[in-house]
């Protein structure tokens, strides 16, 4: 459900206005610092009003929002291309794999099926609109986001059209690209040389068994497709970063979290590596990082040759 539809729901079935569904999700989410989108607040705020839309929501993220090392992620497209069969052989390890692309209104992507995953694209053809569920990603050689199919992956067909952005074109980038903090733009997927200059520590919580985000519920922890469970704890740490010219928002998570924390990184020259994106409530840009490398000054004196 997107969030206007959303909105318009919560304000009719809990008898509000449209301004005070704004309000309580803009309240929301300063009451969260900010740790949850406004599609979330709105669950939230529907919740408290009585209404139980979770039911209803769409887990699926857009490709756009994809990057790498992100776990049981789950994205609808429409196919778009379909590689043949690779079989390969490396000594000790043989194997074949197989690739589609698949695209939705804000880009596309690479998924990549190994070995006996490549059974689950026998029936596919160009024009299908799929699920994907419970991938991985990680980066390519080309620093590209990809999704690719482990074990409990799984695809199902989806009976919606897909609008498909105005190129198709896979958008490219190098993970080396280096940027100042004012010259980053949505979408970018970059390494800037800054240092952190504030922090902000949280928790949240996720199911043990598919690693989505929890509900609570009466003190009880609850997964969407699981039920009850008994929660994974993870380190959430927002910030700002400062390049000597400009800050910027950014946020970490689990073990790039842990590093800062235990590494006490705040005041520290590093090289932070993510995809910038802009904050769906507020509009303000912020970088999600996927690594943080200490500074190599050799490199740094290569660069600036």
Same mark, same amino acid.
């Given at each position: 459900? %997107? ?16 301004? %005070? ?9 300063? %009451?969260?610092? +900010?740790? /949850? ?20 929501? *769409? ?19 429409? /196919? @778009? ?25 804000? +880009? ?7 070995? *006996? ?8 053809? #160009?024009? *299908? /609109? ?5 991938? !991985? ?39 080396? $690209? ?9 979408? *970018?997927?970059? $390494? ?12 949240? !919580? ?9 509900? #609570?519920?009466?003190?009880? !922890? ?7 469970? #008994? ?28 590093? @800062? ?19 769906? !409530? ?24």
């Amino acid at each position: 459900m %997107e969030l206007e539809e959303l909105k318009e729901k919560i304000a009719k079935e809990a008898n509000l206005t449209r301004e %005070e569904v704004d309000k309580k999700i803009e309240d929301k989410i300063l %009451e969260l610092s +900010g740790l /949850v989108s406004a599609e979330g607040a709105a669950y939230i705020v529907a919740k408290e009003e009585g209404l139980n839309l979770l039911e209803k929501r *769409d887990r699926g993220l857009k490709i756009k929002n994809v990057i790498p090392k992100m776990r049981s992620v789950e994205v609808v497209g429409k /196919v @778009i291309d379909i590689s043949d069969v690779r079989e390969f052989d490396k000594g000790d390890k043989k194997g074949k794999v197989k690739s589609i692309t698949i695209g939705d209104e804000t +880009g596309q992507i690479r998924v990549v099926f190994w070995n *006996d995953k490549v059974i689950l694209t026998e029936n596919l053809k #160009e024009g *299908d /609109v799929i699920r994907i569920k419970k991938g !991985y990603t990680k980066a390519n050689s080309f620093g590209i986001p990809e999704i690719h199919m482990g074990t409990g992956s799984s695809i199902e067909a989806e009976n919606k059209d897909i609008k498909l952005g105005e190129t198709k074109e896979v958008k490219t980038f190098s993970i080396g $690209e280096r940027k100042k903090l004012k010259e980053i733009k949505e979408g *970018d997927f970059i $390494e800037t040389r800054a240092a952190i200059v504030s922090i902000l520590e949280n928790e949240f !919580y996720t199911c043990p068994n598919c690693n989505s985000k929890l509900e #609570e519920i009466n003190g009880n !922890y609850v997964c969407k497709d699981h039920g009850k469970v #008994e929660p994974n704890k993870n380190l959430i740490i927002k910030g700002y970063l400062d390049d000597g010219f400009a800050t910027l928002k950014f946020v970490a998570f689990r073990e790039l979290a842990e590093k @800062i924390k235990s590494e006490n990184l705040i005041g520290k020259d590093r090289i932070f590596i993510g995809r910038a994106k802009k904050n769906e !409530y507020f509009g303000d840009m912020e970088l999600i990082l996927n690594k943080i490398d200490n500074v190599d000054i050799d490199k740094e004196i290569q660069m600036l040759k």
